[in-house]
């Protein structure tokens, strides 16, 4: 009996291969709002970062006005990195150009170097800088990674009073849900900075030995806190986000996500950051192309040196003046919005992520998100008591005056 032949005709790659969603990803990041979101955290992070280090100006410590000066640099002052096809092929190359390990470390920085440091005046000038860069990305990343999870469960987009909306009730639940690890990492560290204080003495010393156990159990804690929180927290926004839980619940499934399953976990972010490197030459290479085909063709007309005084801003006069830093703003918005992809894939790839870690872990379908506005579709309505002491649908005013029409009508005919 020969066997019968079976015509593949048609696969559907998002279900054989889960991680072809993260592609989808670059798509959201390139939507304008949320280049735009992405953008305006950037200046607004800077320029807190700015007033930051002039309350710190007075220090006279090298270190820290050497991190002052790199943190007061504007994003459109930072070069548009735009690497050649042929650097592609290098490790190097890819890890420089990642917006997830970019984004990542820039996020993150204040954070780690705060357990770098034993200097209270560089410890104070770094936590300030933390906190306000998480209450900026609270806001704006809590809109953007909310964007994407509608786009990825429902191919919808959300208007902006219901974007900044979900973002404003729920700023306080994305500041505060990666700060409970830390905060039991700093409870950990009081114990041991006791004991470190005992053990200036020989007794201490004694003490230390009998109670090592409890220390390394101690250190055991701060190392799970803090390893889960450096690799879960983007996972939070896309938890609040996506099932418009609170920072227990966000902190609750981003922990349970990496730790069950590490491994794909590791695999997404590896993908995502491949993928972002795509997407970012794309992005890159773009702006370059605007900016280029620009001063060709503004250059035949006002020539080569004309344009260059422009672009360098020289002295034209009060008009001139006035128009050369017109055409500087708006290339600066042009460069900002360019930065502005490598967060705004950032968190769309980081909402992705979340979408699959879910799907592996509790079995949750993609097309599941909250939304407040169907909460109340799906409730009891409202009941009734009738004349004959059974509870009945409380039809309200639209069951009296339909009624009243109907009887118009009847009157009439």
Known sequence: MAAERVALTNVDWPEAFPAVRLFRAVRLALNFR?????????????????ILGSLFAESNDGWLETRIAVDSAWPWELPLVHAPLEELEHTETWRRTSPIVVAWNEITRAFVQMFEVQDFTRLMYLLACALWSLFIWSFFGGAITRQAAIALARNENVSWVRLTGFARSRLGSYFVAPLFPLLGVALAAVFLMLLGLIMRSEVGVLVAGIV???VLLDGFIMAFLLLGLFFSW???WAAISTE?????????????????RPLHYLFYVLVAALVGVLGWYIVSLFTFWIMGTISWAVGWGSGANRLDL??????LGILGNAGT??????????RTLAFGFIF???????TAIYFLLRRHVDAT????VFLPEERDLHGLPPLKTGPDGVPAVDEGPTAVNSGGADDAVRAEG
């Open 34 to 50: 949320a280049l735009l979101l992405a953008a305006i955290a950037l200046a607004g992070m800077v320029a807190g970062w700015r």
């Open 212 to 214: 090592w156990p409890l």
């Open 234 to 236: 983007p996972l939070m």
């Open 244 to 260: 418009g839980t609170d920072s227990f619940g966000a902190l609750s499934h981003s922990y349970s996500y990496a730790y069950q």
């Open 310 to 315: 422009v672009l360098r801003r020289e002295e």
């Open 325 to 334: 830093a017109l055409i500087s703003f708006w290339n600066n918005v042009l």
């Open 344 to 350: 705004s894939y950032f968190w769309c790839a980081s």
């Open 365 to 368: 379908e993609f097309d599941e």
